[in-house]
């Protein structure tokens, strides 16, 4: 059974970082695509950064430069580093793996950005 665990949310002021991790058991998933999402209070869930086994990763625009995705596949581990965090960036983040037709999520982790 596949799951995902988020952990590292938190208050942080803007200007802020934080360090949001996700550990993936049940499968190898090194060859899937791994990635976050978030989700903000009454707004639909969107694309934060995804990364593909060698490839280059991919980010929304609104989180370029300032976000980094990384990945471990030996420890089935996705991690999203988030630096000069702003307002806008509160929300709930998910962890998602997918491949083919199958897609998982983990169960959010809060980001809230307030001064």
């Known amino acids: 059974q596949v799951q995902l665990v988020e952990s590292g949310g938190g208050l942080v002021q803007p200007g802020g970082s934080l360090r949001l991790s996700c550990a993936g058991s049940?499968?190898?998933?090194?060859?899937?695509?791994m990635g976050w999402y978030r989700q903000a209070p009454g707004k639909q869930r969107e694309l934060v950064a995804t990364t593909f086994r060698g490839g280059l990763p991919n980010y929304a625009d609104s989180v370029k430069g300032r976000f980094t995705i990384s990945r471990d596949n030996a420890k089935n581990t996705v991690s999203l580093q988030m630096n000069s965090l702003k307002l806008e960036d509160t929300a709930v983040y998910y962890c998602?793996?997918?491949?083919?037709?199958?897609?998982?999520w983990g169960q959010g982790a809060q980001v809230t950005v307030s001064s």
């Open positions: 998602n793996a997918a491949i083919g037709f199958m897609s998982y």
């Open positions: 049940g499968s190898d998933f090194s060859v899937w695509r």
